[in-house]
């Protein structure tokens, strides 16, 4: 083998040994962003819980709103529990934007504990969305309302 022929060849195996690293840094990165993005989503819903933990009337009225089929609020209370909510669907709407990214698995929209989809936009929530739609992104907007087969009042 000539001494071109071996340069080549060294070049070819250096070439090939750059591609498997870069590629294994790759994985690496993903595996890093994945766990941060769970991390992150992890942290969301405990400080969302924990502020029902933290205040009785909260927790509550909390209680009351997914509990109590056609409560009825002060407005105050709406006013709460609509500023409640939009900050759930902005922390929800985070991870479904990681889901799209391909960062988190689609299984995971269904850790915040609404249980079915379909049952997202049901019950005291029909309510109070056409005052919350309007807070949401329309992508997003659009998913909420196609995954729990919205029809409006």
Do not use: C
């Not at 890093?32 to 993005?37: C, H, I, L, P, T």
Request: hydrophobic share 45%.
């Amino acid at each position: 083998m000539s001494g071109k022929h071996l340069g080549e060849l060294v070049g070819l195996v250096g070439v090939i040994g750059s591609l498997v690293f870069v590629g294994l840094e790759v994985k690496q990165n993903t595996l890093a962003a994945r766990a941060a993005a769970y991390q992150d989503m992890g942290s969301m819903i405990s400080a969302t819980w924990m502020l029902g933990a933290e205040d009785p009337e909260l927790a509550a009225l909390t209680l009351r709103f997914f509990e109590e089929e056609d409560a009825e609020f002060t407005p105050i209370e709406e006013a709460r529990l609509v500023s409640q909510t939009v900050g759930a669907f902005r922390q929800y709407e985070t991870v479904w934007r990681q889901v799209q990214l391909g960062l988190l698995d689609p299984e995971v929209l269904g850790y915040f504990g609404w249980g079915n989809p379909e049952s997202i936009l049901s019950g005291n929530m029909k309510k109070l969305w056409p005052r919350i739609r309007q807070y949401m992104t329309p992508d997003f907007r659009a998913f909420l309302e196609s995954e729990s087969k919205w029809e409006g009042n």
